[in-house]
């Protein structure tokens, strides 16, 4: 029994190590699953701190959208355009960087990828870090001006002189890139006030004078998706009352957005300016007097047009609209007007002062001018 007793010493010495050493191991353990857990946790923060990174990105594309610069690009592959590539967020949470796409008339793709800010500097031990990248699928949002007619208004029409007013769709000299003209709109749409023609003066369309009850002041200063103001404060050219000469203004092979005085050139539209579809604000009354212009028209008071002038696109009067003569020119105005008519006072056509209903001019405007906006359904991809 001794002898047995006297085999069992330093068995305490030994557990004591086994047990150091298990306790160890566990420590050991749970100091590494707990530096995991903390890198993935930080991980976890850097990606979906990028991910808001891009994400606000993207929006940011949206809202400071520049519909007179990015809208007439040319189709993917053929051009895009750089974002960034370091632009930093309005919360100062990263940056980000990418580019935008056209993928048809109406549809373009803005490709963003997103990093927090510790990614972006480089400062991630072993040179890591997170990025995000979203694409979102937006569309032109065009306004709605319920355009139905060649003119629009509230007062009544006198026309004189070889002035015309015609509903049916037309396609201005030289533009190729129209599609074959719709069905025929009214000449003239007003509230049921009279129409005259005197001379040879005459109101075509389908049918030539249409009373709509529905007119009102908001048919002139409220649209589907912006307002008269809205669009006002939008435009890339404002001017106050005044008698204008507008022309496109060209810097060597550029156009010259910079002038007032130029309006883009429907009448060219393969130069540099056809492409060029202003929103232009008279703060007042004007005259305008030669030679062209297009896009949309905002007027506070009245318009008077003389001569040969011809306008692409859209007018919108919140006064009366007087024409003399149209030298040896179609038309005035290729598009749709929409006079208001305030004071309701006649309004005056004469000469050859045609106002010729075009839907390609109203669409060509409408996709210069307009912003865009997501797509109803998804329109965003997470990329990877």
Not at 17 to 27: E, N, P
Not at 213 to 218: A, C, E, F, Q, T
Not at 324 to 339: C, E, I, K, N, R
Request: some cysteine; aromatic content about 8%.
């Amino acid at each position: 029994m001794k002898r047995i007793l006297r085999d069992e010493r330093g068995m305490a010495l030994a557990v004591a190590i086994f047990a150091l050493v298990v306790v160890g191991a566990l420590v050991a353990g749970a100091f590494f699953a707990g530096t995991q857990e903390q890198r993935v946790g930080e991980n976890q923060r850097r990606v979906m701190t990028s991910f808001g990174v891009a994400e606000a990105g993207v929006q940011e594309r949206v809202m400071s959208w520049d519909p007179t610069t990015m809208n007439k690009r040319n189709s993917y592959p053929q051009d895009s355009v750089v974002i960034g590539p370091n632009q930093p967020t309005p919360n100062g949470t990263g940056s980000y960087g990418g580019y935008s796409y056209k993928l048809g008339p109406n549809l373009f793709l803005i490709d963003v990828t997103g990093r927090d800010n510790a990614s972006a500097a480089g400062v991630i031990a072993g040179g890591g870090g997170a990025r995000q990248r979203l694409g979102m699928i937006t569309r032109i949002a065009p306004i709605d001006f319920g355009i139905h007619a060649s003119l629009t208004t509230q007062g009544s029409t006198n026309l004189a002189g070889n002035a015309a007013v015609n509903g049916a769709d037309s396609i201005p000299s030289g533009w190729t890139s129209c599609d074959p003209p719709g069905p025929a709109q009214p000449g003239i749409r007003d509230q049921g006030g009279n129409v005259t023609e005197s001379g040879n003066g005459s109101v075509t369309g389908n049918p030539a004078v249409v009373n709509d009850p529905s007119i009102n002041n908001n048919t002139f200063t409220t649209f589907g998706g912006a307002t008269y103001d809205q669009l006002a404060a939008r435009a890339n050219v404002t001017l106050g009352s005044g008698v204008y000469k507008t022309n496109p203004a060209f810097n060597g092979a550029l156009c010259d957005k910079t002038d007032l005085l130029n309006w883009g050139d429907g009448m060219n539209p393969l130069s540099a300016c056809g492409s060029y579809y202003p929103i232009i604000h008279i703060a007042g009354s004007a005259t305008l007097n030669g030679d062209q212009g297009q896009g949309i028209l905002l007027v506070d008071g009245d318009l008077e047009v003389q001569g040969s002038y011809q306008f692409f696109g859209i007018v919108i009067i919140q006064g009366d609209l007087k024409t003399a003569g149209g030298g040896s020119t179609d038309a005035h105005f290729w598009g749709g007007v929409l006079a208001k008519n305030a004071d309701l006072s006649i309004q005056s056509l004469s000469g050859k002062a045609t106002l010729n209903y075009s839907s390609c001019s109203i669409l060509a405007a409408l996709q210069a001018t307009s912003p865009i906006s997501m797509m109803r359904s998804r329109g965003w991809v997470q990329l990877y």
